[in-house]
């Protein structure tokens, strides 16, 4: 048996390192490493309850609006607020943005570079092997490739307008948003989406396809079990009626709504002081990165003691009645067609924007002590639960889409679907597995994300 170490995997946000182990070429067994630890749910100890999406949206500068969305919705829950529909539409125009430029960065500056050979002196790109596109067609992607880094700002800068920043907004808030757009910012905003919906149209979709003809042998690589989950996405009318519905779906069998007493974590092969047994959300462990029969700072996360895939393909199969997969193309074009509807509900609700209608109505006094917000990222189901003494924190827990994806092995002896998808494949060339790195980067890993200051406050007091 053959190990191949990936380290690190370039093109993402965080630490990531693969080891996969080779017989003959068939990789038998992998191992996911986030190699980070942050500790964002201890930080947030005894802190205000009202300063956790302050704080949790900036676990991610890609993804900061997702972590503020669901840290609110928890608030509006914890202060029994109704938000106002205006309040409603510019969360989710603001979040549906995030989605936008994520996806759009993702195909073209993530995971393209794997398909296409790049002009020298542009960074990030591996040795050139498995190049099937001539040099017409390779310069083609290589100009949207250029143009799309363009476009996603545009993204970010439609996002300001409402959010007042980008990343790491100031426009959401528990009870709505903080500021009526005047009709000018509407308009600047619309004017952003079309933009952005044209490239889409003309560019990314487009390009989608061609990379699924020219690869079509990705539909079979990077293969996992057809367990899929989503959370649902995009909040709007009385209650919490979902845009895109919430459920999972095993094998063929498709479960409307997710019950979130059944999501368990558990750290058995996780750099954790070793508790045996599964956890809550909110049950805080020590890290313990000298472990020595543990090899990732992400947890592992399961449903119904399942590990389950989560992001584009399971809401398009969930939503959609999308057939095919799980594979790396499979996830690659549900990311795709998942934001061409995205940007053209965000102009539908942009268009249902009043600038003086009211979009914040909020109470002063939490009237229960736990509480929960989910929502779907761009990555997939997010969840984040507190439970709060006297307006502050007593404990936080944050499940990321990551920790679903990439998952360690759990205690029930399952992997995670990022390395299911990697067992099985075939390596043609063990000195440039570039089959990893497409496999990999397909579910978009984001281990800031998946990781949550090794030492603890009172480690630190020691050394003083």
Known sequence: MKEIKFSPVTRLSGLLSIDVFVEGKTVVDARVKGNQYRGFEQMLVGRDIRDAPYFTERICGICSFAHATASNYALDTIFAEDVPVQGQLLRNIMLGLEFVQN???????FGLPDYIELPPGLPYQGPVVDRRFGPQLNQRLVGDYVESFGIAARAHEAQTIFGGKAPHQHGMVHGGVAVTPAADKILHAQGLAREIQGFITSRLLPDTELLAEYYPDYYEIGTSPRRLLSFGLFRIGEGIDLVWKAGSVQDETFTAGIDHDLIKEDVASSWYENVAGELSPTDLVVPDPYREDAYTFVKAVHYERLPYEVGPLARLVINKGYRRGPSTMDRIIARSLEV???????????????????VLKRNETPVQKETLGMTDAPRGALLHQAIVEEGLINRYGIITPTMWNFSPLNLYQSHGPGEAALIGTIIEDPDNPVEIGRIVRAFDPCLSCGTHLIRLKQDRDKNT
Do not use: C, N, Q, V
Not at 103 to 109: G, L, P, S, T
């Open 103 to 109: 996806h759009i960065r993702h195909f073209y500056a």
């Open 340 to 358: 061409k509807e995205i940007i053209d509900l965000i102009l539908g609700w942009l268009a249902l924007l009043t600038p003086s209608a009211p």
